[in-house]
């Protein structure tokens, strides 16, 4: 009875995360869409991007009004952007997701929230746009260095400095090698955040992301999406290497040494 009473009250758990995760998309879809145009997240409605219709508190239920409407704008029937319900279903996923993982304590779950909302923002506009806003890395770096800096574990801290520094030299090795093209200096920010959050797991976040960004960029070319030479945005890949070895990145090096150098 007791197993059974602690499954029902951690599934509520989990439901309520994905809910605050669906409800927290929805406002991210704002920062994307409004923060490449400087403009403020806080002030004024939400509006149809065609007919200009300000949009009633029932069109803005996160995820059911897009299924409930059809993804079509209740006052003109144009169809809208497929952004806004997976945003919003990423997010609450990826919260239930990470939750998961980093539910030692209160400080800890509401810091590795917070990371995957920077990780969404980032990942969409330079998807959208290919573009890293200076505002969005900034505060996701200060962020991410105060509440290291709160844990008290100064050796470690030293240790993802050092590995933030080393990636962010890399990437801009690479801008100078490339002489700019498909990287800049936002990229060299992200890989001095992940360095600040990884340490020397960022390795394995690179390898995946430059693996990934390879792949998809071959897959492109071969359905006549890009031509060779044609870059793709990096930070998508480099989010998704970074939140994989945030959850899996020490299982996935221990299988590598068991596999590759033990015999």
Same mark, same amino acid.
């Given at each position: 009875?007791?197993?059974?009473?602690?499954? *029902?009250?951690?599934?509520? !758990?989990?439901?309520?995360?994905?809910?605050?995760?669906?409800?927290?998309?929805?406002?991210?879809?704002?920062?994307?869409?409004?923060?490449?145009?400087?403009?403020? +997240?806080? /002030?004024?409605?939400?509006?149809?991007?065609?007919?200009? /219709?300000?949009?009633?508190?029932?069109?803005?239920?996160?995820?059911?009004?897009?299924?409930?409407?059809?993804?079509?704008?209740?006052?003109?029937?144009?169809?809208?952007?497929?952004?806004?319900?997976?945003?919003?279903?990423?997010?609450?996923?990826?919260?239930?997701?990470?939750?998961?993982?980093?539910?030692?304590? &209160?400080?800890?779950?509401?810091?590795?929230?917070?990371? !995957?909302?920077?990780?969404?923002?980032?990942?969409?506009?330079?998807?959208?746009?290919?573009?890293?806003?200076?505002?969005?890395?900034?505060? $996701?770096? !200060?962020?991410?260095?105060? &509440?290291? *800096?709160?844990?008290?574990?100064?050796?470690?801290?030293? +240790?993802? #400095? $050092?590995?933030?520094?080393? %990636?962010?030299?890399?990437? #801009?090795?690479?801008?100078?090698?490339?002489?700019?093209?498909?990287?800049?200096?936002?990229?060299?920010?992200?890989?001095?955040?992940?360095?600040?959050?990884?340490?020397?797991?960022?390795? *394995?976040? #690179?390898?995946? $992301?430059? +693996?990934?960004? $390879?792949? %998809?960029?071959?897959?492109?070319?071969?359905?006549? /999406?890009?031509?060779?030479?044609?870059? +793709?945005? *990096?930070?998508?890949?480099?989010?998704?290497?970074?939140?994989?070895?945030?959850?899996?990145?020490?299982?996935?090096?221990?299988?590598?040494?068991? !596999?590759?150098?033990?015999?």
């Amino acid at each position: 009875m007791a197993r059974e009473t602690f499954i *029902l009250s951690y599934m509520v !758990v989990l439901v309520t995360i994905f809910v605050i995760g669906l409800c927290l998309g929805s406002f991210l879809n704002v920062v994307i869409d409004r923060w490449p145009e400087e403009k403020s +997240v806080m /002030k004024g409605r939400s509006h149809c991007d065609y007919c200009k /219709k300000k949009l009633a508190p029932v069109d803005l239920i996160p995820l059911f009004s897009f299924l409930f409407l059809r993804g079509r704008c209740r006052y003109c029937q144009k169809k809208l952007s497929c952004q806004y319900p997976l945003v919003e279903l990423m997010t609450g996923l990826l919260f239930v997701i990470t939750y998961f993982f980093y539910s030692s304590n &209160y400080l800890e779950t509401v810091y590795y929230l917070i990371l !995957v909302c920077y990780m969404i923002v980032i990942f969409m506009i330079d998807l959208k746009l290919e573009l890293v806003l200076e505002k969005v890395i900034n505060s $996701a770096i !200060v962020l991410t260095f105060l &509440y290291q *800096l709160s844990k008290l574990e100064f050796l470690q801290l030293g +240790v993802n #400095l $050092a590995s933030g520094i080393f %990636v962010a030299l890399f990437f #801009l090795l690479l801008i100078e090698i490339s002489k700019h093209r498909g990287m800049g200096e936002g990229d060299v920010k992200i890989g001095f955040w992940m360095g600040l959050i990884l340490g020397i797991k960022v390795s *394995l976040a #690179l390898f995946i $992301a430059f +693996v990934g960004g $390879a792949l %998809v960029g071959l897959l492109l070319i071969f359905l006549g /999406k890009k031509k060779f030479g044609q870059t +793709v945005p *990096l930070a998508p890949f480099l989010m998704s290497g970074m939140y994989i070895t945030l959850l899996w990145g020490e299982q996935i090096i221990n299988w590598y040494f068991s !596999v590759f150098l033990t015999s």
